[in-house]
């Protein structure tokens, strides 16, 4: 994972390229019953607020004569956010299986920055979407190529951090077949992104992507190579020894 691609400024497009070219590589794999389509998340979110600093004064009550009454005090000047609602879409992979009816056999997400912004819109609408999934019999793999924010994917993080100890990034696996168990991928900076089973219906093998490659043709095609600032901290920034690493490999390819 390139670390400087989780800039929330940027992610949208990310996201969107990264989805599509992860259904294209679903679609080459998947046995001639089943089909993979994008779909959309639409919400409202607080994304961008615009500010403006209004006036305030100190006022007497009408008809009272100068200096007679106590004064009616206005606050201290302050800030007023005006928060307008941004429509935000997010897209997601659906598998579907044409000889049931069309039903709904997985849905593959892509976490954004939204996603997990506490007590945001954003937040509340996956959170939804992942409890139906969660109760229904679809499967579910969640990718978090996000350090920043709340942990959001459907395993304790205790439970990851116990198991594998410090990481950055997490591919989560849910299979209605087996609703109480998950498969982990959790990831530090310098490891590859991983090759990954999407689990089908039960009987059929999943079918098997490589994320790395996914994301190598996103930063590609979006041109990240020349247009992101690597003068610059990442943002999120790094920990120290995160911070070690990355300048190791900047100096290495500079």
């Given at each position: 994972m390139d670390p400087y691609l989780e800039d929330p400024r940027g992610w949208r497009g990310v996201h969107a390229s990264f989805?599509?070219?992860?259904r294209d590589a679903i679609a080459e794999g998947l046995p001639p019953r089943y089909y993979a389509r994008l779909e959309d998340r639409v919400y409202l979110d607080a994304e961008e607020p615009s500010a403006f600093l209004p006036d305030a004064r100190v006022v007497e009550r009408p008809g009272a004569p100068r200096?007679?009454?106590?004064?009616?005090?206005?606050a201290d000047p302050a800030i007023t956010i005006s928060v307008e609602p941004v429509e935000l879409?997010?897209?997601?992979?659906?598998?579907?299986?044409?000889?049931?009816?069309h039903r709904v056999v997985s849905?593959?997400?892509?976490?954004?920055?939204?996603?997990?912004?506490?007590?945001?819109?954003?937040s509340r609408s996956y959170r939804k979407k992942q409890e139906e999934l969660l109760a229904s019999a679809s499967n579910l793999v969640e990718i978090d190529l996000l350090r920043g924010g709340e942990h959001v994917v459907a395993v304790p993080r205790a439970a990851v951090l116990g198991r594998r100890g410090r990481y950055h990034y997490l591919?989560?696996?849910?299979?209605?077949?087996?609703?109480?168990?998950?498969?982990v991928h959790a990831l530090r900076l310098e490891t590859r992104l991983p090759k990954v089973g999407i689990p089908l219906l039960v009987g059929?093998?999943?079918?098997?992507?490589?994320?790395?490659p996914i994301l190598d043709r996103v930063y590609e095609m979006g041109s990240y190579g020349t247009t992101l600032d690597y003068s610059r901290p990442p943002s999120p920034p790094f920990e120290e020894e995160d911070?070690?690493?990355?300048?190791?490999?900047?100096?290495?390819?500079?």
């Open positions: 989805v599509t070219y992860l200096g007679t009454g106590p004064a009616v005090l206005e879409n997010e897209s997601f992979i659906e598998i579907l299986d044409a000889s049931t009816g849905v593959i997400e892509l976490l954004s920055p939204t996603n997990k912004r506490p007590d945001s819109e954003g591919v989560v696996i849910r299979r209605a077949s087996n609703p109480y168990k998950r498969t059929d093998p999943d079918v098997v992507v490589e994320l790395q911070a070690a690493w990355a300048a190791s490999v900047l100096s290495s390819r500079a």
